[in-house]
């Protein structure tokens, strides 16, 4: 069944992946199980109780309390699966990376129709936004001021991420509930105005050739459908090579001499030489 469903799920890319697969399996095993076993039953109670063999209906019904007790099994069954599973699972998703872990810190932010990605840079920290900066040059409305933001990388739509390092991404929105999906990582959050919600997960594959999309999975706007973007794994030597090259261009350039000593000796030399021959 792992097979026969696998072949339908997009790639696996993540650490968590496989986990997340095995309960997508489960699941689809009780509901095949659920979707015969009640489909026998109806057609058993179609034949059963048809109005040529039963009688008129009366208002005693039932008098053993089997359906109390049946009822009864149904609440506790459910409350196993939700104390039992559900908050386990929830809990362990939530939970940030260990500390040891030194997580890749990202921030995401979904605008119409966008996804906004922001970098902090070698110094590791994010420089400041200011709503008040916000415009078509400055989508994150970062603060040119502070000297935390002067190396931080941003990029549209492109999400550039280091194998086998674990990565919080922290997800947010400028407008509406957008929902930042990325099929490959089987994660899938909404990106809500107001929240920063950290978003877990460990990439442990090069994307290499293939496109892994980041989707939109919440219908934000009548531009939802193009609000698409792309997620690049690269091995960790590729990804500081890019980053580096990266915060050098938005560095200013060392300031330098616009003509070097020794050509400017030289020019001197030939304006003397060209000065000379005229005169001759
Ligand atoms: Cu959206």
Redesign the pocket.
Known sequence: MQGLIGKYLPENAAAHGPQLDHMTMIVHWLMLVLFVGWGAYFIYVLFRFRSGRTEQADYQGVKSHYSTYAEVGVAVFEAVLLVGFAIPAWAAWVSPHPEDADPFMVRVV?E??AWNVHYPGPDGIFGAREIDLVSSSNALGLDPDDPAGADDVTTINQLRLPVDRPVTVLLSSKD?I??FALPVMRVKQD?VPGMEVAVRFTPVKVSGDERWEIG?A????LG?YR?RGFLTILSPDEFQQWIDGEVAKRMPPEPEPTVAPEEAAAADEAAAEALETAES
Not at 218 to 221: A, D, P, R, W
């Open positions: 979904g119409q129709f509406v957008h929902s990106a939109c919440q219908l934000c706007g939802h609000m």
